[in-house]
């Protein structure tokens, strides 16, 4: 059942987040079912690999349920952890993380490049051009005034783009 789940979204991928979410609710809703009462009539004992897989299932019950309403989020969280692999390696080298400061710091500044990575920026680049840009901006800006400086809103003329050389 979880390989047909993982086949269907497979074929969705280049979707428009509403097909996506339709596709969901008619398509993958009834496996995700079909799951789940098999989870519930299973027997294995606690301790054993299926016990434990039962358990940990059970646990994420809601957040897998979760994905049938919304087509922007993906059934698992395998790109997010690829993409933060490279970060996780080289924690031990970073120095401002030695508080809960620097760790949410870190975090600010890993979300922002991430973020630019999938959107196709040069992480480099938009970075700072963040810097140079928001800097001009009033003391409180709008969301509106923000807004044009969020990855997806950056269209390819702007020196930021991977692709493009500055």
Request: net charge positive.
């Amino acid at each position: 059942m979880l390989d047909q789940m993982f086949y269907l979204e497979r074929g969705w991928r280049d979707l428009t987040p509403t097909k996506h979410k339709e596709l969901r609710q008619e398509q993958l809703k009834p496996v995700i079912k079909q799951f789940w009462q098999w989870c519930d009539q299973a027997v294995a004992t606690p301790k054993s690999r299926l016990g434990r897989a039962l358990t940990y299932a059970q646990n994420q019950r809601s957040m897998l349920n979760r994905v049938l309403d919304y087509g922007e989020i993906d059934l698992s969280n395998n790109a997010t952890e690829r993409n933060v692999k490279s970060f996780v390696i080289g924690r031990k080298n970073w120095l401002f993380a030695t508080s809960p400061a620097g760790a949410q710091a870190n975090a600010i500044w890993l979300t922002l490049i991430e973020t630019a990575k999938a959107n196709g920026l040069d992480p480099r680049q938009y970075l700072e051009y963040l810097l140079n840009q928001l800097g001009q901006l009033p003391v409180f800006p709008t969301e509106e005034e923000l807004a044009v400086y969020l990855p997806w809103q950056q269209v390819p003329d702007k020196k930021v783009w991977r692709d493009q050389e500055a």
